[in-house]
């Protein structure tokens, strides 16, 4: 048996030369080396060849984009992406052939615009342990993703950031997410969109997010939050939930010890060691 690497463009005559019977060769499909063994008699198995760079380049000061053949977009580096007009985003000729997208760890912005128009979008996955705070304007507008878990670390999700997403069924926003503003529009049209849960603190959306797809559309809102006022204003339905407790102050009581009292009356005391007298 023998591995040949997908990366070889040249064997030489014969190599196994007065000694082909039983050899099986492991080869990359519709490769150079399968080529080879075929030329030679020699048996073979393929395997899929290893994803290859198509296009890479900058999308941020300090973030970069790579996208593979197997139509996977990584965004590595740190920071914000840069925010784009229409049409122009740095991968603007081969958005047709991304397929997936990966954000890093590290990158805190995406940026305007970033994946418009990416007709074959299947997914959006984000590193674990990551800083992405804001998700921009019109970033995935007219893409055909179908599903998106928002991470908890986004405070900030811009007006039209998924509008016209005519696939887009499944948006997942936990209740630990740090969410706070959603602009307007921001699923404008996106009719297979029917439940979305909005986190206790958020304080400012903008004009109708679910304009043009208010139909069948159920919130999960706090109760006599600024959510539910929301949903009652534009005549969005919602089901209401207990909201969390908040910390109403909190201290130290002791030299490695500290307490915390919530809004249901709960105090917790945390650290170790004595409490004082």
Same mark, same amino acid.
């Given at each position: 048996n023998l591995y040949i690497p997908d990366a070889v463009i040249s064997i030489g005559w014969g190599i196994f030369e007065d000694a082909t019977e039983g050899v099986t060769l492991f080869?990359?499909?519709?490769s150079y080396a399968? +080529?080879?063994?075929?030329?030679? #008699?020699? &048996?073979?198995?393929?395997?899929?060849s290893r994803p290859t760079v198509v296009a890479s380049g900058a999308c941020g000061k300090d973030a970069?984009?790579?996208?593979n053949s197997?139509?996977?977009?990584?965004?590595?580096?740190?920071?914000?992406?840069?925010?784009?007009?229409?049409?122009h985003s740095p991968w603007e000729a081969y958005k047709y052939q991304i397929r997936q997208v990966v954000i890093g760890k590290d990158i805190t912005d995406i940026g305007k615009f970033n994946f418009f128009q990416c007709r074959n979008l299947e997914s959006v996955s984000f590193q674990e342990g990551g800083k992405l705070e804001r998700i921009g304007w019109g970033a995935?507008?007219?893409?055909?993703?179908?599903?998106?878990?928002?991470?908890? +670390?986004?405070?900030?999700?811009? #007006?039209? &950031?998924?509008?016209?997403?005519s696939k887009l069924s499944s948006v997942e926003i936990s209740e630990n997410s740090g969410l706070t503003s959603m602009g307007?529009?921001?699923?404008?049209?996106?009719?297979?969109?029917?439940?979305?849960?909005?986190?206790?603190?958020?304080?400012?959306?903008?004009w109708n997010i679910f304009e043009d797809a208010t139909e069948g559309v159920t919130l999960s809102v706090a109760e006599n939050s600024y959510a539910q006022s929301y949903a009652e204003k534009y005549g969005i339905a919602y089901v209401t939930r207990t909201p969390k407790?908040?910390?109403?102050?909190?201290?130290?009581?002791?030299?490695?010890?500290?307490?915390?009292?919530?809004s249901e009356g709960v105090l917790e005391i945390t650290g170790s060691g004595a409490m004082w007298d």
């Open positions: 080869v990359a499909e519709n399968q +080529s080879y063994a075929k030329k030679y #008699g020699i &048996a073979y198995v393929t395997r899929a970069a984009w790579a996208l197997a139509g996977v977009l990584e965004i590595t580096g740190s920071g914000a992406m840069w925010d784009n007009e229409t049409n995935f507008g007219y893409s055909s993703l179908p599903a998106i878990t928002i991470p908890d +670390s986004v405070t900030r999700i811009d #007006g039209y &950031a998924f509008y016209f997403c307007e529009s921001v699923f404008r049209a996106d009719t297979k969109l029917k439940n979305l849960y909005i986190p206790d603190a958020v304080s400012s959306i903008g407790p908040t910390v109403v102050a909190s201290g130290a009581c002791g030299e490695n010890a500290a307490w915390a009292l919530n």
